[in-house]
């Protein structure tokens, strides 16, 4: 008698936003306030006055705001000014505070620097952060092309040092990809940037399934919460970006698609719960190969932390390298 094996059903139904995904998660009061009579704008810090800043150029728009290229008048010094505006979303605005709490707490070489925040009277919310001059490693793919594996080692440090601390003080970023990645031209500096969809884990035992970031690098247990037992080491989804990140920055593509086909929500769900996780082509070096595997374990417990990562025979090769 021929044994029919049941079929798994495969849960495809978005889950709803956990309760502190849909309010603020912080008792967020605004920074503290200080007159200012120039313009009527408060600041979180009184070095960088809101006045005091020339905008040179726009960097980028989107997701309800803009980001401008500014100069301080006085030091000349060059910052990058994100400005979300008061009509914006309220899902916007929220990942916006979320954001500012993020960078309050954070304090590394790795993670990009905060250096004021200010609110206007119309409801502008205004974060002031230091100024990557080229743009991120999404714009250099598009610039100049795919990255050799020793630039590769150099980015991967520096952006698991990031992320070691960031999980090291329980924050998860929850949307690592090449576009929220800065790179200063000295030295391949890279650091982590756009905290809007981030968590901070206030308890050990926090659930971090809620359908945030960008779906092409969500893992596998983002997808299907269900197929891993609902709740999940959020710090794992770091990790699996991160490889897709750098495999992209290999390839030159998207590595579940083929080179300049477009992507869909059902055929990245299909190819990232379904197949196999990408592999490098046959050139690649054996440590190489073995760090993207580390990364990309489908099985989210299998996947080394950012501090294991650190130690991994590939950076290790390459450490010496000249980026």
Avoid at 25 to 50: D, E, H, K, M
Avoid at 51 to 78: A, F, M, P, W
Avoid at 220 to 227: L, Q
């Amino acid at each position: 008698m021929a044994v029919v094996k049941q079929r798994r059903q495969l849960n495809l139904r978005l889950p709803m936003p956990e309760l502190s995904e849909r309010c603020l998660r912080f008792p967020l009061a605004l920074p503290p306030t200080a007159p200012n009579t120039n313009n009527n704008t408060t600041a979180t810090t009184a070095a960088i006055a809101y006045s005091d800043l020339e905008k040179l150029q726009v960097l980028g728009h989107g997701n309800g705001g803009t980001v401008y290229k500014v100069q301080h008048r006085c030091t000349h010094k060059i910052y990058a000014l994100k400005v979300v505006h008061g009509d914006a979303d309220p899902t916007v605005r929220r990942q916006v505070f979320r954001e500012m709490e993020i960078l309050r707490r954070t304090d590394s070489p790795f993670i990009v620097q905060c250096f004021g925040i200010f609110e206007k009277p119309s409801g502008d919310i205004a974060i002031l952060m230091e100024y990557m001059d080229s743009g991120t490693l999404d714009t250099l793919l598009n610039k100049n092309g795919t990255f050799s594996e020793p630039k590769l080692a150099h980015i991967a440090s520096q952006i698991l040092k990031g992320l070691s601390y960031l999980h090291g003080h329980k924050i998860i970023h929850r949307d690592i990809k090449p576009s929220n990645l800065l790179v200063n031209n000295n030295n391949m500096q890279v650091k982590i940037a756009d905290f809007g969809v981030s968590k901070i884990m206030c308890r050990s035992l926090d659930a971090c399934n809620s359908y945030v970031g960008t779906c092409a690098y969500m893992s596998p247990e983002r997808f299907d919460p269900d197929a891993y037992g609902g709740n999940y080491n959020g710090y794992a989804g770091d990790i699996w970006s991160l490889g897709l990140t750098l495999l992209e920055l290999y390839l030159g593509h998207f590595p579940f698609l083929q080179p300049g086909q477009r992507p869909d929500w059902a055929t990245l769900m299909c190819a990232i719960c379904f197949g196999d996780p990408p592999s490098l082509p046959d050139g690649a070096s054996p440590e190489f190969r073995s760090f993207i595997e580390c990364c990309l374990q489908k099985e989210f417990s299998k996947r080394w932390t950012a501090s294991q990562l650190l130690t991994h025979p590939f950076l290790c090769k390459n450490r010496r390298s000249d980026c």
